[in-house]
């Protein structure tokens, strides 16, 4: 009788020893099935424990730091919701400019992770500081809420509103933008302190009206700008000598638009520039960089084969650096949806000018934010950069660096019209925009290389097996998005009806 063909080309000494303990070895493996299966369960535990950790320490620093303030005990509890909102935001919303490029494969997960958590730390500490007026003061009317108690408990009950969605967001792995449901908290207790005529709804229409604004504008400059690599460099005779040419012009393109884009949204603490001179100050740094990377592309494509995967590896570098900036820009601009509300509650409990400009925020409401970020992007980011990265639709570094150009090239579009854009919808709507040119563009091949198979009618299962784009992703992050406002400001209505009952 033959041995059975996995255990025949294993030594005597091993087969013997299974033959001698066969009932042993079974139960061992059992026992390794069972510790593996338990360390995959606990896994999740160890970040829920480090934020519970953090959130406690921050309590308890605040709390120390703030002892001969008035309003220590307000003051402690805001500090720990607002460290519970700025985890939320690096568990969901980084996962937007570091997503492409993990998807891309242009860098490993742990790459992303610790270029994101220095460059969001870099962006909120060095040139997050500015808050031209407090969130509150764009939603809510000046002077509606004119107990300050109220104003603290409405800007502590958005806080928490916000967190708690942007958590269940992630569970759902939507990504969603932080400013809206910082924005929908606000609302939501601002109506339930003061009633309907506390909002300023002309800003609301225009928030509602980004909810279709960004995403399309993202989209289609994405788009555009991967026809403009097929049209120019991928489907050409020698894809090298193309390369050679217009990989530098785009590398100038992508470095002014972000010296552009920095200039407006991170670095107004270190100088104000309105959006002429920083279109200047971009050109400038458009210019240098390109003719500083001609000679490098040059270099760097030497003996490279004539064929795509050397365009990827000439992409990739351009889009590491992209994606490091975006998180420089995000952790500027976006450590206000975190902490904004809580720096309006240290003023509001020491000053009596409650819903006016709150200026630069303390060193120590940046920490929380920054911190918070990083803490968050670490422990629970990974799911969803492999969601917006991998999941809606496949990415190599030429889609992915479409999609980050387009993230930047939008809102500087959006600010030279006036627009209010959502970042989030603008680099998930990049995404959506590459995978359905894609779909378009290679149905459109089909048809041109042979009609009489295109004109067949194909069976619905196999349509929606030639789909690029992910249907069901696509359908779930719509509906996020279009509930994000009213669900956050339902919460935060219920928040503040239980924390006045609370406290009252």
Wanted: glycine share 8%.
């Amino acid at each position: 009788m033959t041995e059975p063909r996995h255990r025949a080309g294993r030594p005597a000494s091993q087969r013997d020893s299974e033959q001698d303990w066969p009932t042993l070895d079974k139960d061992l493996g059992r026992l390794s099935l069972i510790e593996s299966a338990a360390i995959h369960t606990a896994r999740p535990l160890v970040g829920v424990g480090v934020s519970l950790l953090f959130i406690a320490i921050v309590t308890a620093i605040v709390a120390v730091a703030a002892g001969e303030l008035q309003g220590t005990l307000m003051i402690s509890i805001a500090a720990a919701f607002a460290a519970y909102m700025a985890l939320n935001v690096g568990a969901n919303d980084v996962a937007n400019n570091m997503g492409p490029a993990v998807g891309a494969n242009a860098l490993s997960m742990a790459g992303a992770i610790a270029i994101a958590a220095l460059f969001e730390t870099a962006g909120a500490m060095l040139a997050g500081g500015e808050v031209v007026s407090t969130i509150s003061s764009r939603i809510i009317a000046q002077g509606e809420i004119t107990d300050s108690a109220h104003f603290v408990q409405a800007m502590m009950s958005a806080m928490l509103a916000a967190a708690i969605w942007i958590n269940a967001a992630t569970v759902l792995r939507a990504p969603v933008s932080t400013t809206h449901a910082v924005v929908g908290g606000v609302m939501g207790s601002g109506i339930a302190a003061a009633g309907f005529g506390t909002v300023n709804w002309s800003t609301m229409s225009a928030i509602a009206a980004s909810w279709v604004i960004s995403p399309i504008m993202g989209g289609v400059i994405a788009a555009a700008v991967l026809a403009f690599i097929k049209w120019k460099i991928m489907y050409v005779p020698d894809r090298i000598a193309a390369a050679r040419v217009w990989l530098p012009v785009l590398i100038g393109v992508m470095a002014g638009t972000f010296a552009c884009y920095l200039a407006l949204k991170g670095l107004r603490q270190v100088i104000d520039l309105d959006l002429h001179e920083a279109a200047l100050v971009g050109l400038a740094v458009g210019l240098l960089s390109w003719r500083l990377s001609v000679p490098l592309v040059r270099r760097q494509s030497q003996g490279m084969a004539n064929r795509n995967a050397s365009l990827k590896a000439l992409f990739r570098l351009p889009l590491v650096v992209s994606a490091g900036l975006l998180s420089f820009a995000h952790g500027a601009n976006d450590v206000a949806n975190a902490v904004g509300p809580l720096g309006a509650i240290v003023r509001a409990l020491q000053t009596e000018d409650r819903a006016t400009e709150l200026g630069v925020l303390p060193h120590w409401v940046l920490m929380i934010g920054a911190l918070g970020i990083s803490c968050g992007l670490i422990f629970f980011g990974p799911r969803m950069i492999r969601m917006v990265g991998s999941q809606i639709t496949k990415l190599n570094p030429m889609r992915a660096y479409c999609v980050a150009l387009s993230a930047a090239l939008t809102v500087i579009l959006a600010s030279w019209l006036g627009l209010p854009v959502s970042s989030t919808h603008i680099a998930v709507g990049g995404v959506f925009g590459v995978g359905f040119y894609r779909e378009w563009y290679v149905a459109r091949r089909a048809r041109h290389a042979d009609p009489k198979r295109a004109a067949k009618v194909l069976p619905p299962e196999e349509r929606q097996r030639r789909k690029l784009v992910r249907r069901s992703h696509f359908m779930t992050i719509i509906a996020a998005w279009l509930v994000t406002v009213p669900a956050s400001a339902l919460l935060s209505a219920l928040c503040f009806l239980l924390i006045t009952t609370l406290v009252g």
